[in-house]
Structure formats: structure tokens, C-alpha cells
């Protein structure tokens, strides 16, 4: 018995990590923050940050280019208009944002690009680029990818950029386009499968939430920096724990922006316990490092151990697959690094 544990375990040889290039692509300059322009955190470099800290660590990994999509597939939780919006992003566009959201019923329809802004994104802060749409499909296809290879192993990484937990069925949002945990999810339910979804990004996955409020087939967990206070504010409270027949899989951990580690730790091995009850066929985790105590937009006071521990603690789950979130600091790299040794 211990044997075949151990074996099944042994993945270092064949765990794969799933991103495509086109996911560089998507790179404004700048996000409007309310009291200025601050130069835009979610860059490209930050998949360089950790492709490199993977090559320093000496783990056996492979990188893989996952299959090509197409708009089908964010589809199966966005609406056809906010797909089909994106998808045609002016293709001279340089970088543009909603100066206006439309919070009421529209009288008047716009037929510009940056007029329409306004009806698809929940926030200002999401500069959207020409390349907006390829990166974000590609973002999508890498987490396809990473829950179709869990069909032969039993962990997989999809380094998603743009991160997508922000997003819902008709809007983007908090740097999100499409919502790629959710997506996968979908598709998983569809083929029959339960899944739970962990969110440790520092900030509430209200995308994902509201998507799967009413199901009972995806559980949704997350830990997050209380709304009261934090980013998205408007979802996070642990009131919120879904409707209909989702009523019970939503569970809501908002915690202090003081955190630390054992705290944090304590959290964390309840939602787990909660994972285990619900028994899912497939776990997805929401991983942000936008928790680390370094973090420029966000950080709760958790330092790289912290995520060897919880990788330690996902090694119980036999089909989980890491879905990149959040986080900003160039030292997201060794976390990832971290989190990959505590799950071997
Ligand atoms: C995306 B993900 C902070 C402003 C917050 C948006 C944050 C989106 C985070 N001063 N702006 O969950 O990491
Ligand atoms: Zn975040």
C-alpha cells in the first residue's frame, strides 16, 4: 500500500506545466488606481519570473505548449456578446480602458469600440490591448490542457496569464478577461466530473463565485483579504454561501491583511477538511502569491515556506491541477518553486 502511495506521488518526472506564448502578448503600460497611473503589475514577466526560478530549482519538469481554442470554449460560461466583443478589438488599438460603466439601462447603444467598454468590464483598472483576446485564450487553453492531462497524471500546472477568478459570465474585470478556472470547471461537469475549486489568491474570486452559485457540482472555496476593506469588495463575505441547489458549496474564509503564516495555515486546513467531505473527481486550485508578505499590491504576512506547507497539504488530492492567479513581486518565482516541492 505505502508503495503504490509513494509511486503515485512520484511525479517530478512527468508533472507538466501548460503555457502558450501568445499569453505574453496582452502588456499595457498602465492602470488607473483612482489616485493616478501606477504602472501595470499583472506584466508579462511575471511567467518569466517563473519559468526562470523553475530552471534554477533543478526540478524535473516539462513545459508544454497546450492545444490551440477557439472562442467555443469561453463560451461555455461567458456570454456570446462579451466573447464576441473581445474578439474584435480594434486591431490598431494601444491600450484603453472604460472611462464610464454603465450601471443603469442604456438608452443609447454606441457604435465605438471605447464606448462599448463601459457595458463589458466592472472596473476601470483592466486596460485592455489589441492583444487582449489572444492572450487570454491562450491563458484558457493552458488550463484545458492542464485538466485534460490530469486524465494521465495526477497533478498539472497552467501558468494562466491574464488570471481569470475576477471575470464573470458577461464582464471582465481586476485584470481578468475570461474566467479560465471556470471554463475548465465547466467542461469537467460536463463530462460528468465534480470539482472543487480552492482560491488562495489574496483577493475574493467573485467571478468564479457568482458563476457556480447556484450548482451543486462545483464546490467553491476560497481565502481571501476581507472585502470589508480589500478588492472586489462587493462579494467575499461569508454570508455568501450560494442558492438553489448550490446552497452550502459556497464557502467564503475572509481574513485579516495582517495574516500570518499559522493563522493563515489554521484556514487553510479547514477548507481542506471541507474539500474532502465534498469529495470532488477533480480539484482545481486558484493559486495567487499575491498573499506573499513582499507582494506591491496586496501581501498578507506569509513568506516562501508558507507555500512549501501548502503544497504539503494539496498532496493528499489525486486529480489537482494548479491554475495561476494573482501575484506581483518578481520572488512569485521561488514561491511557485516552493509550492511544487511541498507537492511532491
Ligand atoms: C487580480 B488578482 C489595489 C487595486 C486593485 C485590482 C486588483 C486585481 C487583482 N490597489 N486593483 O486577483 O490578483
Ligand atoms: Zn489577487
Redo the contacts with the bound molecule.
Keep these: 500500500m505505502k508503495i503504490s502511495y509513494t509511486i503515485v506521488r512520484c511525479f517530478t518526472q512527468e508533472m507538466k506545466i501548460f503555457f502558450d506564448e501568445n499569453q505574453l502578448l496582452h502588456a499595457p503600460k498602465h492602470?488607473f488606481?483612482?489616485n493616478g497611473l501606477k504602472p501595470y503589475p499583472?506584466r508579462p514577466d511575471r511567467i518569466n519570473w517563473i519559468l526562470e526560478a523553475i530552471e534554477a530549482s533543478k526540478l524535473e519538469l516539462e513545459i508544454s505548449k497546450p492545444e490551440p481554442i477557439d472562442s467555443s470554449q469561453p463560451k461555455l460560461v461567458h456570454t456570446d456578446e462579451y466573447v464576441n466583443f473581445l474578439q474584435k478589438i480594434p486591431r490598431d488599438l494601444k491600450e484603453d480602458a472604460p472611462t464610464m460603466l454603465l450601471v443603469s439601462e442604456a438608452r443609447n447603444l454606441p457604435s465605438t469600440f471605447h464606448g462599448n467598454l463601459g457595458r463589458f468590464f466592472f472596473?476601470p483598472?483592466?486596460p485592455i490591448t489589441a492583444s487582449a483576446y489572444t492572450s487570454a485564450l491562450g491563458s484558457v487553453s493552458s488550463a484545458l490542457a492542464a485538466t485534460k492531462d490530469l486524465e494521465s497524471n495526477n497533478i498539472s500546472v497552467a501558468l494562466c496569464r491574464p488570471?481569470g477568478?475576477?471575470a464573470t459570465r458577461s464582464h471582465g474585470g481586476?485584470?481578468?478577461f475570461f474566467n479560465n478556472v471556470a471554463i475548465a470547471a465547466e467542461l469537467l461537469n460536463r463530462q460528468g466530473k465534480t470539482v472543487s475549486i480552492l482560491d488562495v489568491?489574496?483577493?475574493h474570486?467573485n467571478g468564479t463565485q457568482e458563476i457556480f452559485y447556484t450548482t451543486d457540482k462545483v464546490q467553491y472555496i476560497s481565502i481571501h483579504a476581507d472585502p470589508d476593506s480589500n478588492?472586489?469588495f462587493f462579494w467575499g463575505s461569508m454570508k455568501e454561501i450560494g442558492s438553489e441547489n448550490g446552497r452550502g458549496f459556497n464557502l467564503n474564509f475572509p481574513i485579516e491583511n495582517t495574516c500570518g503564516e499559522d493563522d493563515y495555515i489554521e484556514i487553510l486546513t479547514k477548507s481542506i477538511a471541507e474539500l474532502k467531505e465534498y469529495n470532488a473527481d477533480v480539484v482545481l486550485i486558484s493559486m495567487?502569491f499575491?498573499t506573499y508578505y513582499l507582494d506591491p499590491?496586496?501581501g498578507l504576512n506569509l513568506d516562501v515556506g508558507a507555500y512549501n506547507k501548502m503544497g504539503e497539504l494539496l498532496s493528499d488530492f489525486n486529480h489537482i491541477a494548479i491554475i495561476l492567479?494573482?501575484?506581483?513581486h518578481q520572488n512569485i518565482g521561488k514561491c511557485f518553486v516552493e509550492l511544487l516541492r511541498g507537492l511532491s
Design positions: 492602470e488606481t483612482g499583472e472596473d483598472a483592466t488570471p477568478h475576477h481586476g485584470y481578468c489568491d489574496f483577493h474570486g478588492y472586489p495567487g499575491d499590491i496586496a492567479e494573482g501575484g506581483y
